[in-house]
């Protein structure tokens, strides 16, 4: 099945640096790679998503990339803010085939933003 | 649109019983996941439904259960409880068949003790 292993798992940033989260995932079939934030007590909430047929993917201040021959993607935060501070997973899966609503999840990043 | 609801927030119980939790997805969604999140194991999956049909199983053993009714809402059951199970249980519905666009509810804080 698929395993999908998120590096690394503490990120500390100053507020206005940017942060990257890199995700690495083991099945070629899998072809939807969403996003999620999660503040304590909170759901997790989707923040972004990107599809296999799509190199990069951006929504103002995140960005998603993702390299199919490698089986990675990334999650880019520029000019980040204290309210970015949360945990953020990684998710991968074959959508619309055999992983019938299943999404397998990274371990998760927590990031801090420093004022 | 209101989002996805799950009942009850939390739950306390004792090891050998059973419980029942329910999520009610986004109007219109009518696929549901249901995901474990603990500390140790992070989020892992249990299972999905379709138009009433599970149509995928996560690696749990068979105490865990559910169904989903003709109105999408679903529940998950988990009979003989351990001390293992306390976690957040979480659901997340979708609008088709795949698993494009999960959004997922609050969650089911379930302690066991």
């Known amino acids: 099945g698929e395993n999908v292993e998120q590096h690394p798992s503490t990120l500390s940033v100053q507020e206005g640096d940017s942060a990257v989260i890199k995700c690495t995932y083991s099945d070629s079939a899998s072809n939807y790679f969403p996003w999620y934030k999660q503040e304590l007590g909170k759901r997790p909430q989707l923040i972004i998503d990107?599809?296999?047929?799509?190199g990069e993917k951006k929504d103002q201040r995140i960005a998603v990339t993702l390299n199919k021959t490698a089986k990675h993607f990334s999650l880019h935060i520029t000019e980040t803010q204290p309210e970015d501070s949360a945990v953020y997973f990684c998710?991968?899966?074959?959508?619309?085939?055999?992983?019938?609503?299943?999404?397998?999840f990274g371990q998760g990043t927590i990031l801090t933003v420093h004022p | 649109k209101a989002g996805v609801t799950q009942t009850p927030r939390y739950l306390i119980k004792t090891r050998g019983q059973q419980v029942t939790l329910s999520c009610s997805p986004i109007s219109g969604h009518r696929s549901v996941s249901w995901y474990q999140q603990t500390p140790g194991q992070g989020l892992q999956f249990l299972f999905e439904y379709f138009s009433e049909t599970q149509r995928n199983k996560g690696n749990f053993p068979g105490r865990f259960s559910g169904r989903q009714f003709s109105n999408s809402r679903s529940e998950m059951n988990v009979s003989t409880l351990e001390l293992g199970d306390s976690a957040l249980y979480l659901c997340a519905s979708s609008f088709g068949p795949g698993a494009y666009e999960q959004y997922f509810g609050p969650g089911t804080r379930l302690t066991v003790t």
């Open positions: 998710a991968a899966s074959n959508a619309g085939g055999t992983s019938y609503g299943k999404l397998t």
């Open positions: 990107i599809r296999s047929n799509v």
